[in-house]
């Protein structure tokens, strides 16, 4: 029985570890400082479509990974599958288009970097040059 309760123990310990520090990305053109966490959700779920300038959002998302868990269920306040279903039905009713996804973290790094209006999510962790890290309040 204790060495169940240690084997518990450890692994929660090292899940604590492996939890992911999602932070919003953009465009270096991109003329914000911050980001509300109403206006990032609102972004991600396509129903705020510019930036308050006028220019366009282009949004991206990672396809999976404890980076998107997170960021989907904190920012979004959707599970993965409501995320997915809500992007499945906007684009069967054609009132959307689904964010382009992205397989690896650098991947979206990169995209940001190069996309005029770009925003996306990466670890904390994860290098993002050619974009900048935007606080949410």
């Given at each position: 029985m204790k060495l169940f309760i240690?084997?518990?123990?450890?692994?929660?310990?090292?899940?604590?570890?492996?939890?992911?520090?999602?932070?919003v990305i953009v465009n270096e053109n991109v003329a914000i400082q911050e980001l509300s966490r109403a206006d990032a959700a609102k972004v991600f779920l396509g129903k705020k479509k510019t930036w308050d300038n006028g220019d366009p959002i282009v949004a991206g998302t990672l396809e999976a990974g404890t980076v998107h868990d997170a960021f989907i269920q904190q920012v979004v306040k959707k599970s993965n599958a409501q995320f997915a279903t809500y992007w499945k039905k906007l684009v069967f009713t054609g009132r959307g288009q689904a964010p382009k996804s992205f397989a690896s973290e650098a991947d979206l790094a990169a995209f940001v970097a190069r996309t005029p209006g770009a925003i996306g999510y990466i670890d904390a962790a994860t290098p993002h040059p050619g974009a900048k890290g935007v606080p949410l309040r």
């Open positions: 240690y084997t518990l123990i450890g692994f929660m310990a090292l899940s604590a570890a492996a939890v992911a520090e999602p932070i």
